[in-house]
């Protein structure tokens, strides 16, 4: 709810007459409610479909109105499309006081012009991202995947990275999985709300913003504030499981609380977010959802009341009076229908869990309707940075991460186009870029240089044929570069990349296997050990995960069979610290280990 006074509040709730007026702009053009026909301003907000409630609602929201002639001849016949209008509601206080309250910024789709004036559509900027994406692969944050999409539909992120991080799932390092149903970037905002449990919107600034459901009243409304008056149903709406399509098995997994499931099922869909990692990571992020979910606890509703215009997507409302055999019920705000004459009417969605509830229980066993690729199917990959990078003169740098799988061991061309913004160190004429190929952590012999003489933006165009695959299995690809005589930036977008081959497939999170050399160790997947011999560790050794000083719990591990190779030899056992306990090791990242160490597999 957008933060009015108390006086505004009581204002609304008084049986006294209330004088409102509006004021706006149309591009750099001023208006008022006399330059409106009289009953034709309307805007529409919704965070879920009335007939399905899903999350992950990504819905435009939309502005109608009719500008009277006298005022649509200040404009120029031709252009009015995308021009912003933004309006701001007033309510009289006192005999000297107004209180306004701005509604977002919407921008003219369609404007009619007639006798009597100009009809005009306009939708705010979550049509902006109606733009094709073709990132088939890529990895980061939630907030690395709103900033990358809000950079390239050119609009504002409304939320700080600690806000976003904040949120389900929001500090978890996500893989988008190529096979997807993402052809746009509000498809991609679409997942990203549904990871966190909640839906996107934009807000009264007119920027992204992912909201969540609450259950915390941000406003009590009894009897006598209602308009004209409203419907609530006689159940509430909760859930208490969660299913999902796994892509890979074709199955569908289903997540229900410990104790009391006898709530809805929320269907989180195939979500390209959601498929990478151990099975026990996969279950703690979707249980996250799950435990967002909780506190969708709300009656269903619909209701006039005269508190227009403040009110936002997801205010839950504490209805006092007037409901039988209860003293108030909670009830949130899914869609908004706000018209100036008539006042502004709120509704809340929701199903009957006595009804759907065992219904929707047989999503426990629904098989998945996904095709395998096929081996002999000649696939693309492409993969994005959505992290900006500064290389450093003499460090090497990743600069591209790709895992992805191959079912048949053919040849995969890798492309790579990187831009990098140069500057030459301090008495220095030519800056040397360095690059390193590493194909599941080692190091390839063919390393290319490039040199360029001046500061400013370079383009490093590379090419490398990938022959030597084992066999079918997955594999980890990474570009890191080193610079000499120069530093240089990489931005969010210009280091890209396509695989192109048959047969491949997903890439996979680090699966538990740990490669033990010298005072390093270095996680790798499952499928490049069978040809390791394992090898005793001798000594009891602890390890500590790089740049990170907050205090850990330790794991103690025995020998633990891998890929059908038991390793053997472990002796007393091993401790090995992971400092941030919610950390999951991804494929390339290393551990410190001190002290003496032999090699060995884990």
């Keep these: 709810m957008y933060a009015v006074s108390q006086e505004y509040i009581e204002k609304l709730k008084s049986l006294s007459v209330k004088t409102r007026r509006i004021t706006g702009m149309v591009g750099d053009v001023g208006f008022t409610e006399d330059d409106i026909l009289m009953g034709s301003f309307n805007y529409a907000e919704q ?92 990895s980061g944050k939630i907030y690395d995947y709103l900033t990358f999409a809000c950079g390239r539909c050119g609009v504002q992120l409304g939320m700080t990275e600690e806000e976003v991080d904040a949120l389900p799932n929001g500090n978890q390092i996500l893989g988008l999985y190529p096979t997807n149903d993402i052809d746009t970037w509000r498809d991609l905002i679409s997942w990203c709300a549904v990871t966190v449990g909640g839906f996107a919107t934009i807000n009264r600034s007119g920027a992204l913003e992912l909201r969540v459901w609450s259950d915390e009243p941000v406003l009590t409304l ?8 409203g419907t609530w149903s006689d159940f509430v709406t909760y859930y208490t499981g969660v299913s999902i399509v796994n892509i890979e098995k074709e199955t569908t997994s289903y997540y229900g609380v410990p104790i009391g499931d006898t709530g809805l099922t929320m269907n989180l869909g195939s979500n390209p977010l959601l498929q990478y990692g151990t099975d026990e990571l996969k279950a703690q992020q979707r249980r996250a959802v799950l435990t967002a979910l909780q506190k969708f606890n709300y009656t269903p509703f619909k209701c006039s009341s005269l508190f227009d215009a403040a009110l936002d997507l997801g205010d839950v409302i504490r209805f006092t009076g007037g409901l039988a055999g209860e003293d108030y019920s909670d009830s949130c705000v899914m869609r908004i229908d706000f018209n100036y004459s008539k006042g502004c009417t ?90 390193e190929y590493y194909l599941d952590s080692n190091l390839i012999s063919y390393q290319p240089v490039a040199t360029w003489n001046n500061s400013g933006k370079h383009i490093l ?21 080193r ?14 990349a396509l695989i192109q081959g048959q047969g491949l497939v997903e890439w996979t999170e680090w699966d538990g296997n740990i490669e033990f050399t010298g005072d390093k160790a270095i996680f790798i997947p499952a499928y490049t050990i069978n040809a390791m011999s394992s090898q005793t560790i001798t000594a009891e050794t602890r390890h500590e995960m790089y740049e990170n000083e907050m205090a850990g719990a330790s794991e103690q591990i025995g020998a633990i069979p891998a890929n059908g190779i038991e390793v053997v030899g472990i002796g007393d056992t091993i401790f090995i610290e992971f400092v941030d306990p919610d950390y999951v090791p991804r494929a390339g990242e290393g551990l410190y280990a001190g002290g003496g160490l032999t090699t060995g597999l884990l």
């Design 461 to 481: 165009s590379l090419m490398y044929f990938l022959t030597t695959l084992a066999g079918a299995g997955s594999y980890n690809w990474e570009v890191k570069l």
């Design 483 to 496: 610079m000499s005589g120069a530093t240089a930036t990489v931005d969010i977008g210009d280091a890209r």
């Design 346 to 435: 709120m509704q809340g969605y929701g199903k009957n869990p006595a009804v759907f509830g065992a219904k929707s229980k047989t999503d426990k066993n629904i098989s998945g309707l996904i095709s395998r690729t096929s081996e002999n199917e000649y696939s693309t990959l492409t993969y994005v940075n959505i992290t900006d990078f500064t290389l450093g003169e003499n460090i090497s740098t990743r600069v591209i991460d790709i895992k992805f799988a191959s079912v048949k061991p053919k040849t995969v061309a890798m492309f790579h186009e990187i831009n990098l913004d140069v500057e030459l160190a301090e008495g220095s004429d030519v800056a040397t870029c360095y690059v």
């Design 47 to 138: 965070a879920v479909a009335s007939s399905d409630i899903k999350l992950g609602g990504v819905f435009i929201g939309q502005l109608s109105l009719t500008f009277l002639k006298s005022f649509a001849d200040r404009i120029p016949r031709g252009s009015w499309k995308g021009k912003e209008i933004r309006v701001n509601i007033g309510l009289k206080l006192d005999e000297n006081t107004w209180e306004y309250v701005p509604i977002k910024s919407y921008f003219i789709e369609e404007a009619n012009h007639s006798a009597s004036g100009v009809d005009v559509k306009a939708y705010d900027v979550m049509t902006k991202f109606d733009k094709s994406m073709s990132i088939d692969t890529t």
């Design 222 to 229: 009894d009897r006598n504030d209602r308009f004209a008056g």
